[in-house]
């Protein structure tokens, strides 16, 4: 079980961080990705037909990687009320100072600016909630980028404390973290972020893509094809490091740069290669999907009633172990 934000589209942060697993995954387990369009509220409030609109761009950016909607199910979280009934249960269960430590709510807060009188009780309970969606919707294996680690421990910890209380009900699941962990953005330095202006979407057509790459930051040291170049912090190498199949080859092209035997557009141009490589199915894939906006909704809706299924299996087994009644 996984998923994202609908705050806008995906890229190729998202894509080694928890994409490619989740295609890996979906040959092998039965797996629910969920769009969750209320977490993305909690940031969006004032927008909500902004999210309305990212909620059809990132189902077609998993229809365009190639999830599989036969075997994946996609479903979209305002439409399982069960998960906001186990979340509100598994709010009596963690401590508001506890959420407060939260080291990617930390990390948002401070990007985001959000000060005591802006936090939101909805935006600092959001690992809560995501918990509910984990555990509401029977995940057991979670595959997520390394920023998501802290709420997979905090969904963890609701569990053994469910547990403890009501019995062994739950099972608390697992973070599989991506072999990337973190992609930086194409200027260097800070990770890869819509919201940043420094991302490779999915969805980038050739002429944006090929543009990017020539902005990539390289080696700031480096003057001419023939001057010694540095591998660290260098964007254009971490990217192919994250996307090159050709491992041999990209340890040759890295002693040729160190040598200064090779100029940046050169090895831009395999970067170019290497990356278009990866985005030309997804791009032929998406512009089928995109011929029929219906077929998509129909992807969420009937993939949302397959999840609810599950939701409210999962949620009477909650009830029953508290105690609560199912019916007066
Ligand atoms: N927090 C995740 C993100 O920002 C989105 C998310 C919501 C999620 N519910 C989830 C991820 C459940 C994994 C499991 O992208």
Redesign the pocket.
Known sequence: ?????PTGKLHLGHYVGSLRRRLDLQETHPMTV?V?DL?ALTTHAERPDEVRQAIRDVTLDYLAIGLDPERTTLAL?SLLPELAELAAIFGLLVTVGHLYRNPTIKAERASLGIDEEQLTYGFLG?PVS?AA??VGLG?EL?P?GAD?VP?IEEARRIVRRFNALYGEVLTEPRALVGEVPRLSGIYGKEKMSKSLGNAIFLSDPPDVLRKKVRQIYTDPTRLKATDPGHLEGNVVFEYLDAFDPDKAGLDALKERYQAGGIGDVAVKDRLYEVLDGHLAPIRARRSQWEQDPEAVERVLQEGSERARAIAIRILTQVRAAMGLPLRL
């Open positions: 079980m996984t998923g994202d934000r969920l969750a977490q979280q959001y995501q969606d984990i995940g979670v997520v998501q709420h």
